[in-house]
Structure formats: structure tokens, C-alpha cells
């Protein structure tokens, strides 16, 4: 397996209040993801006495490095000349089991933003303003470059309402107003 012990799996006895130190190898597999947590129970097992689980909780990760390109893009990037991308949208990347921030950023005029993180898995979040939010999953491969295309959908149409208080009770007026954007 990827963990074994490199101490001696029996050992003498320890009087009261003895210790001793037990080493353990971990060699994470090639099929073992990287960013997850793996978890299991050590079992120490006595001849005379009651033997004890210890919980693990092992995250494989790497030191080898590749860079995450988003591009994000909206409807007016297929259907314009131009070929806008959505400039100033807002990038976070973030652990993908324990949601903590790890990269953060904004794209340029182009529609790019750029990052070099170690390899593994991630979860992307972009948002800009009249655009819907969009969450995606990456994984960043040692020494390439991952570009990941974020298509963002446009809001072309903006309700707001509004309340009013009557002078009767339990009576209010609602209003919307709708806002419709076109090209």
C-alpha cells in the first residue's frame, strides 16, 4: 500500500510510562488525487491490554507548479466582430474540500487572468457585474498550462421592485420596473 511502517511492526513491551517513536512511510500512488483528504484508522493492538485506533486524515499534495489561465467570455464574445471577453471579472480559486481561498484576481481587458499554482485539483468562481456567477473544477497539470474557458451568461434584463405604504391598512403597491438591454 502507499503507507507502510518503517519501524518493526511488533515490538518489545514498554513498562508503565515507557514511550517510543513509530515511523511511517507515506508514498502516495499515481492514482491518488491530489487536494483531497484521504482518511483512515491506525490500529495499535496489545498482546495484554486494550489496543487503541488512531484517526488519520493524509492530504497528498505537490511542490511541482503549473499555471491556470481563465478566460472568461459571454455571449457578445461569439456574436461581435470584436470578440469581447469580459474584462474585470473576478477569479477565486479555491481549495476543492476545504473552500479556502487560494488564488484571487481580476481578468484584464482581455478576458485573462493568470495564476501559477501547485498541480492538483481546484474549484474556480467567477463573477462580473451583469453576468450570472459560475463555478467550475480544474485540475492543473506540473509544468503545462491549464486554460479553462468560463462562460458566463449576460443579464440583459433587470427587474427592481419596489413597496409603498398605503394609507390603508394592510394595502401596499407594488412596482416593478423592468430594464431590458439589447445589441
Not at 9 to 27: D, N, R, Y
Not at 135 to 159: H, P
Request: negative net charge; proline residues 4%.
Amino acid at each position: 500500500g502507499w503507507m507502510k511502517s518503517l519501524t518493526p511492526v511488533e515490538m518489545g513491551s514498554l513498562k508503565h510510562g515507557e514511550e517510543t517513536e513509530v515511523i511511517l512511510q507515506l508514498t502516495p500512488k499515481e492514482d491518488m488525487l491530489l487536494n483531497y483528504f484521504y482518511t483512515g484508522q491506525i490500529a495499535l493492538n496489545c498482546e495484554n491490554g486494550e489496543g487503541v485506533t488512531i484517526p488519520y486524515r493524509i492530504e497528498p499534495v505537490s511542490e511541482s507548479t503549473g499555471t491556470l489561465t481563465v478566460d472568461v467570455c459571454d455571449e457578445f464574445t461569439y456574436y461581435n466582430e470584436n470578440k469581447p471577453h469580459v474584462a474585470n471579472a473576478t477569479v477565486i480559486v479555491k481549495h476543492p474540500v476545504t473552500n479556502s481561498i487560494v488564488a484571487q484576481g481580476v481578468t484584464g481587458n482581455n478576458g485573462l487572468y493568470s495564476i501559477d499554482l501547485t498541480e492538483g485539483h481546484y474549484v474556480v468562481s467567477v463573477t462580473a457585474e451583469k453576468h450570472d456567477p459560475l463555478t467550475v473544477s480544474v485540475e492543473i497539470s506540473a509544468g503545462r498550462e491549464t486554460k479553462k474557458v468560463v462562460n458566463l451568461s449576460y443579464q440583459a434584463i433587470d427587474v427592481k421592485w419596489n413597496v409603498e405604504e398605503t394609507e390603508v391598512e394592510d394595502e401596499y403597491i407594488l412596482t416593478s420596473t423592468v430594464e431590458f438591454e439589447t445589441n
